[in-house]
T-cell receptor, first 112, second 113 residues
Framework: QKEVEQDPGPLSVPEGAIVSLNCTYS??????FMWYRQYSRKGPELLMYTYSSGNKEDGRFTAQVDKSSKYISLFIRDSQPSDSATYLC????????????FGPGTRLSVLP | NAGVMQNPRHLVRRRGQEARLRCSPMKGHSHVYWYRQLPEEGLKFMVYLQKENIIDESGMPKERFSAEFPKEGPSILRIQQVVRGDSAAYFC???????????FGQGTRLTVV
């Protein structure tokens, strides 16, 4: 079993849809959770950073962490074609050193 | 304020040659991290450096790979005697003291022929 699992997609949705992206993990020591967006041939861009369980909202993006289920989610409301990218989850047991474990990424296409 | 700068963007090397990848962190950032991304795989941590120090190299292959972040100048990831399996995108990220808030460069795509 991989340490972080993520459905690779591709996931295609119509413009305006609510998108749900998910990751599961096996290491109960993980406490810091991040979502990155990566456009084709570009570097990852940090979207959301959360610590421990709970929800965090930033504009059209909401991150949820359920440590009891070892499950994290990223919701995108009112999706736009410009949201088409690969979304990577990442997690770590510490806030030190950036030795994060990344999921393989989910490719999202938002169709106009 | 320029972001993380990596060069070259694309690098082609023949088997057995050396590859040198450079990374200039964002202004004010003293922490640099290198990752490798293979097709259809996630980012894999390689090494974490501060100025003149290697802090964590647990993700670095034991042979042929080395990294440095000198007092002056960019961080360098060096791959000696490259093999086809080294072909990948190599990303550098930098951060200030808030280490989780890291910013990535555009990456260097290494192709070994």
């Amino acid at each position: 079993q991989k340490e972080v699992e993520q459905d690779p997609g591709p996931l295609s949705v119509p413009e305006g849809a609510i998108v749900s992206l998910n990751c599961t993990y096996s290491n109960s020591a993980f406490q810091y959770f991040m979502w990155y967006r990566q456009y084709s041939r570009k570097g990852p861009e940090l979207l959301m950073y959360t610590y421990s369980s709970g929800n965090k909202e930033d504009g059209r993006f909401t991150a949820q962490v359920d440590k009891s289920s070892k499950y994290i989610s990223l919701f995108i409301r009112d999706s736009q074609p410009s949201d088409s990218a690969t979304y990577l989850c990442a997690m770590s047991a510490t806030n030190y050193g950036q030795n994060f474990v990344f999921g393989p990424g989910t490719r999202l296409s938002v169709l106009p | 304020n320029a972001g993380v700068m990596q060069n070259p963007r694309h690098l082609v090397r023949r088997r057995g040659q050396e590859a040198r990848l450079r990374c200039s962190p964002m202004k004010g950032h003293s922490h640099v991290y290198w990752y490798r991304q293979l097709p259809e795989e996630g980012l894999k941590f390689m090494v974490y450096l501060q100025k003149e120090n290697i802090i964590d190299e647990s993700g670095m292959p034991k042979e042929r790979f080395s990294a440095e972040f000198p007092k002056e100048g960019p961080s360098i990831l060096r791959i000696q005697q490259v093999v086809r399996g080294d072909s990948a995108a190599y990303f550098c990220a930098s951060s200030s003291e808030n280490r989780a808030q890291a910013f990535f460069g555009q990456g260097t795509r290494l192709t070994v022929v």
